[in-house]
């Protein structure tokens, strides 16, 4: 089944404890992204990647990174996690061309740091 | 820069009512323009989409237009059930710059 898997599903960590979160797909699509979903914001987009070892910025970068080593992962790394990073992440694949470009998302990951 | 407007939520309407969640859209050239709906609990998923100027995109019974002279793409739905509550987005994509712009979503939800 084509899919997109994101782990863990849920996490409370505490201010400043590194984490990962990790994100992969089976569909061999080389654009990946990561984007966090708040209450009256909707989805912002944090990272994005077109292919393997190149990343981008989307909107709201700050305090997070990425790296793309293979083309089916896309982790997202919050060195030092603060509260104002509590939210719901969604890690999302697509092929790219003409007539693509349709997001895969996965089930979405539910961050809470205390 | 590009951005997604769309209508307010919450909305709540009764089963078989008639549906339409406004979506406005800033951006240059043609953008690919897509509906995503959020049922609770799970990731976004594609409902429809459209690639350019007058195409009409349309899955499940509902429908949405592109409409490049007033950049609009509301969602249309003749008969809603309890079975379309969910959370509704309005996105864009832009082959340059390679990024997805999403609206802050809207809320529906259908009562018996």
């Known amino acids: 089944e084509a899919q997109v898997t994101q782990n863990p599903r849920y996490l409370i960590t505490v201010t400043g404890k590194k984490l990962t979160v990790t994100c992969s797909q089976n569909m061999n699509h080389e654009y990946m992204s990561w984007y966090r979903q708040d209450p009256g914001l909707g989805l912002r987009q944090i990272y994005y990647?077109?292919?393997?070892?190149?990343?981008d910025k989307g909107d709201v970068p700050e305090g997070y990174k990425v790296s793309r080593k293979e083309k089916r992962n896309f982790p997202l790394i919050l060195e030092s996690p603060s509260p104002n990073q509590t939210s719901l992440y969604f890690c999302?694949?697509?092929?790219?061309?003409?007539?693509?470009?349709?997001?895969?998302f996965g089930a979405g990951s539910r961050l809470t740091v205390l | 820069g590009n951005s997604v407007t769309q209508m307010e939520g919450p909305v709540t309407l009764s089963e078989e009512a008639f549906l339409t969640i406004n979506c406005t859209y800033t951006a240059t050239g043609y953008p690919s323009l897509f509906w995503y709906v959020q049922y609770p609990g799970e990731g976004l998923q594609l409902l429809l989409k459209a690639t350019k100027a007058d195409d009409k995109g349309s899955n499940k019974g509902f429908e949405a237009t592109y409409r490049k002279e007033t950049t609009s793409f509301h969602l249309e739905k003749g008969s809603v059930q309890v079975s379309d509550s969910a959370v509704y987005f309005c996105a864009l994509f832009k082959n340059t710059g390679n990024q997805f712009y999403f609206g802050t979503g809207t809320s529906l939800t259908v009562i018996p």
């Open positions: 999302a694949s697509s092929s790219i061309g003409p007539g693509a470009n349709v997001l895969t």
């Open positions: 990647s077109m292919n393997v070892e190149v990343t």
